[in-house]
């Protein structure tokens, strides 16, 4: 390239000092195939911009100042219009749902660390409901922390569907724990979801053949204290507040616990919001 084209081009300086972005910065949106030069001198390694690429660079820096990864930001600068758009609107519903879990985990946190978690469990309020005896179709896995969202996805989804195929579902789903899931112990867990035709379900229980974790058992009647939380509570450690509360309420009226700890959903967790209500945090009970 002749000096007369290089004419027609913005150095590295000039085009940083329009994109509003450092040299450095273009150098690594430049390796990281962001936002390529017009045209890198063979002799000095000089890099060259066009003036018409200002827009891309400055939609690159805006969009990293939204905290999206740089292969988030690959993805939407190489999308068109509308779909990148649409990209964009993805991403950020995530990072709502993130912050919201957050502010709910960094409020549990502050009352620790205070000493002040009775002001907090106040914001939870807890009530008992009794629940009839029922039989259900269950999943019992050990699972961790990290594991434990993407389980409780997949094994009530295979639940649900075998049990509209066995009278229908007659009540919302529920994960048990019959030991404690964190980073460091596994539980187990148990995913329930009741059936209407309890024979029906047996039957497809058996085809699932042996090794299956799949069980049919009948879930005695039982009295629930709970209270109801968001889906931004939902998240591990964030939850443990909604049970700690529960606990503290369930001690202060003498009562006792007769069963696992369990987890009540009866909305539609993909189309609820972070702020929407979800699940019911719940212990068995018994007592005055």
Same mark, same amino acid.
């Given at each position: ?33 962001? +936002?390529?030069? /017009?045209? $890198?001198? *063979?002799? @000095? ?8 690429? #200002?827009?891309? =660079? ?117 994960? +048990?724990?019959? /030991?404690? $899931?964190? *980073?460091? @112990? ?8 009741? #059936?209407?035709? =309890? ?90």
């Amino acid at each position: 390239m002749n000096a007369q084209e290089h004419g027609r081009l913005l150095s590295i300086g000039e085009f940083a000092a329009r994109a509003r972005l450092s040299p450095k910065a273009l150098r690594l949106y430049d390796r990281l195939g962001l +936002l390529q030069p /017009a045209h $890198v001198d *063979e002799v @000095s390694g000089y890099r060259y911009y066009r003036s018409d690429q #200002v827009e891309r =660079a400055r939609t690159v820096a805006l969009l990293r100042r939204l905290d999206m990864p740089l292969a988030g930001v690959a993805e939407i600068v190489a999308l068109d219009g509308e779909r990148a758009a649409r990209s964009l609107d993805g991403y950020w519903a995530g990072a709502e749902e993130r912050f919201a879990e957050q502010r709910t985990l960094a409020r549990y946190l502050r009352g620790r660390l205070s000493g002040r978690n009775t002001e907090l469990y106040a914001t939870f309020e807890v009530k008992t409901v009794d629940v009839p005896e029922r039989y259900v179709i269950s999943e019992t896995r050990h699972v961790r922390a990290a594991e434990l969202p993407s389980w409780i996805g997949t094994s009530l989804e295979r639940l649900e569907e075998a049990a509209e195929q066995c009278g229908g579902i007659p009540a919302a789903p529920s994960v +048990l724990y019959h /030991a404690e $899931v964190t *980073e460091e @112990s596994d539980g187990p867990a148990e995913s329930c979801v009741p #059936v209407g035709d =309890a024979e029906a379900a047996r039957a497809w229980a058996q085809r699932q053949g042996r090794g299956s974790d799949v069980k049919v058992r009948l879930e005695p009647a039982h009295r629930l204290a709970y209270t109801r939380i968001t889906k931004a509570q939902v998240s591990y450690p964030q939850i443990v507040a909604a049970f700690d509360a529960v606990e503290a309420w369930i001690a202060e009226r003498g009562l006792t616990v007769t069963g696992p700890c369990r987890e009540v959903y009866f909305a539609d967790w993909a189309s609820a919001g972070p702020q929407d209500q979800v699940c019911d945090v719940a212990f068995p009970v018994s007592g005055p």
